[in-house]
Every structure is written in structure tokens, then in C-alpha cells.
């Protein structure tokens, strides 16, 4: 480990600025004038510029609430998740900016820090995990400004800065290249299967029937209450547990039996049936109940199994871009968009006869099973680009590299 000449100080020590942003209350807000950066414009070591939420104060308001500027090239850190701590540095959006309260202001001194050598620290786990220990917060996580100021920083030669920067922007730059490359071969994986399911059911063949699926199969829905939750019980079901890769159970609610009795005369889910979210962003996302679990649902469509369809044919169309259109198309509602029982009865599906429906689900079983594993093959290499930026972040602040 080389570290001849390197110093650790306080975050606070290396600022000639270091001070929170201005409280900007709603009211003092305006559509143009000077640009108000929040803590959602912060990602871990890059500005999100997220134009289209931007937020603005006249100048008037800039002047009342004397409003500390920022420019390009300051450090703003978050106070607030997640992760605590993050930071970017400022580009030149163009517009003169002021930041919001939850953000820290940094203006290095220059004779001490690189701005770009500390962004990059504020990446590594050292770093954040050094935050992490200073947050405090019931229901949500922050760090004061006294506290992140105290937090150390390693501070080798400007040199020795300059030299560590250039390392890890060119690996860094080699790695978002392969990160894109994986993303792509990820999207074009799923993508694959998305356009083999669409010509399927775009072009059918001869014999195939189009029905509703209300006159199909059996069509209905939970429970409309809100009961009183329980802490342990039988697992209450909603759209969120209705999931692409299936039906999960995780962070479920639990209602009393007597409330599960009440409710499961109206559904009785059971094995093989199709489940469909009906509400939200996920609604019309399908999953089969693949288990003997017993439980109730709301704002869940429940398609009992019969003998004229096959359940999985069912599955794999609601997975289909025919399918999404339909629920796109029929969804009321505004802020929480959801699509009726009605609508989903009205389900215009087309069939072939039951053994075609079986060959056919064969096929999308086994182009599925690769589309998986070509998924986790790049899910682990992403995984593995992550872990080598940690690892170099590690090296660059402990003097390895």
C-alpha cells in the first residue's frame, strides 16, 4: 500500500463552502426565473438534470429569501436517501440555480481536493457506509450537515488526485460500455420472446376461435372491503403481490379467519386459476397460482381454471402485446388507474382447440426457460460490473492502485 503523503480530514476541512440549501416552500415556487436544484437531481456521482420536473423561483423570491447561488463545478450532496450522502457535481444547465434545503453545498478548496477526486469517493462503500453511521431518522433516514461535515476524507498529493482520476475515469468510461452492452443484450433477450409471443397470437392459423373471456371461463373479483389487518393470519392478497415472474407472497398483509371466510365466498381461489391485477401500474399483469396456499384477494381479477382452456395459453396471452393494448385502452381513472370487471369479462381472446393450445404453451415454456437464463447471464454480468466498481473505488481510496 502506498500512502506516502496522504492525510485524512474532515469533510468540512476541505470546503472553503459548506452549508445547506435554502427552505423553499411551495408557495415561493414559480414556473420560470432561477432554477431550484433538489435532492431528486442528485444521483450517486452524476446530476440528473430531469428537465421536465424542473422547479423554479422568481427573482423577486430569490432576493427575498437572500438564496445562496450555485454554479457549475460545486458539490451537492444529499442528506436525504438513498443512499444518505450521495453526491454530483453541478454542470452548466444554463441557468443560474439555487439548491433546496436537504442538499449540502461543497465548494472545494482547490489547493486541497480535486471536486471530481471526492465525487468519486462519495461512491465507494467506505464512504457511504461512513454516512450510514451518522443518519439518524424514524421514519426516514437523513445525516445533518455538523454530522457530514465531520465525516473523513482521505487527501493524498494533488498529484496523486490527478493520477487516481485518471484511472478511474478510463475504467469507468470502459465499464459504462459494457454495462450498455449488457442492458442491450438483456433488452433484446426479453425483447425476443415479447415478439415471438406477438406473432403467435397476430397471426393464429386456421381453427382459431375468438371469444371473450367472460364467456370462456368463470370471471370475478375479491373482496371490495378494507378489513382490519392481523399479524398473523391468512395472507391478503392484492394487485401488488401479482408480479411478471409470478405470484409472490412477500410483504403480505394477514387478515383473521373469520375475515378470509367471509371474503372467499366470493373468489375461492385455488390452484390453476389466473390472477390479474386490476389497478395501478401493473394492472392487467397476470400470474398463475402454482401452490396450495390458501388466501384472499382484493383489486385482483380471480379467471377460474375449466377444461376448455388451458391455463397457462391464458397466461402466456395476457403476457402479450394484444393484451396490454386491451387493458391500456379500457383502464379508467386518473391518478390510480385501474380496469373493471366489466371490461376484463369483455377480454377478446383467441383459441385454438385444446391441443394446439398445449403445443403452443410447449413452445413458449421452452423459448421462456432460454429467455431466463440469457436473463440471469446478463443480470450476473451486471451484477459483476458493479462489484468491480466497488472493488476499484476500494483500491483508488486506500492507496492499491
Not at 38 to 65: C, H, M, P, W
Amino acid at each position: 500500500m502506498n500512502r506516502a503523503g496522504w492525510q485524512t480530514k474532515t469533510l468540512g476541512e476541505v470546503a472553503e463552502i459548506f452549508a445547506d440549501g435554502d427552505w423553499v416552500e411551495s408557495k415561493d415556487q414559480s414556473t420560470e426565473g432561477v432554477r431550484l436544484i433538489q435532492t431528486g437531481n442528485v444521483g450517486e456521482g452524476v446530476f440528473k438534470d430531469r428537465g421536465d420536473k424542473a422547479r423554479y423561483i422568481s427573482e423577486a423570491t430569490f432576493k427575498r429569501l437572500r438564496c445562496t447561488e450555485i454554479f457549475e463545478g460545486d458539490c451537492l450532496i444529499s442528506r436525504l436517501p438513498d443512499p444518505v450522502g450521495r453526491s454530483c457535481l453541478l454542470p452548466d444547465t444554463g441557468e443560474r440555480m439555487i439548491t433546496a434545503v436537504d442538499c449540502t453545498i461543497v465548494r472545494f478548496d482547490s489547493k486541497q481536493i480535486i471536486p471530481v477526486f471526492f465525487n468519486y469517493y462519495s461512491q465507494s462503500t467506505d464512504y457511504l457506509d461512513a454516512v450510514d453511521a451518522e443518519t439518524s431518522g424514524t421514519t426516514r433516514n437523513r445525516i445533518s450537515r455538523s454530522n457530514l461535515g465531520k465525516i473523513a476524507v482521505p487527501v493524498p498529493p494533488l498529484p496523486e488526485q490527478q493520477r487516481i482520476v485518471g484511472i478511474l475515469d478510463a475504467a469507468f468510461d470502459g465499464i459504462a460500455v459494457a454495462r450498455a452492452n449488457a442492458e442491450a443484450n438483456l433488452k433484446n433477450a426479453r425483447a425476443l420472446f415479447e415478439s415471438h409471443l406477438q406473432s403467435v397470437f397476430e397471426q393464429r392459423g386456421e381453427g382459431w376461435v375468438t371469444e371473450t373471456l367472460g364467456n370462456i371461463c368463470e370471471v370475478k373479483d375479491g373482496t371490495h372491503d378494507s378489513p382490519r389487518y392481523v399479524s398473523d393470519g391468512i395472507p391478503f392478497v392484492t394487485q401488488k403481490n401479482v408480479r411478471e415472474d409470478g405470484l409472490t407472497f412477500a410483504k403480505t398483509k394477514f387478515i383473521s379467519n373469520e375475515d378470509h371466510a367471509k371474503f372467499y365466498k366470493r373468489s375461492n381461489v385455488a390452484r390453476g386459476d389466473v390472477l390479474i391485477s386490476m389497478i395501478g401500474a401493473n394492472r392487467g399483469m397476470a400470474c398463475l397460482v402454482d401452490d396450495e396456499r390458501v388466501f384472499s384477494i382484493k383489486n385482483v381479477c380471480l379467471v377460474k381454471a375449466n377444461k376448455a382452456l388451458n391455463q397457462k395459453f391464458l397466461l402466456y396471452f395476457l403476457k402479450s402485446s394484444q393484451a396490454v393494448d386491451f387493458v391500456r385502452s379500457e383502464s379508467k381513472g386518473g391518478a390510480q388507474e385501474f380496469i373493471g370487471l366489466t371490461e376484463l369479462r369483455k377480454f377478446p381472446i383467441a383459441t385454438p382447440e385444446l391441443r394446439k393450445q398445449e403445443t403452443l404453451v410447449a413452445k413458449f415454456d421452452e423459448l421462456s426457460t432460454e429467455t431466463q437464463r440469457l436473463a440471469s447471464i446478463y443480470q450476473q454480468k451486471l451484477a459483476a460490473l458493479d462489484e468491480l466498481k466497488k472493488s476499484l473505488l476500494h483500491q483508488a481510496f486506500s492507496g492499491m492502485l
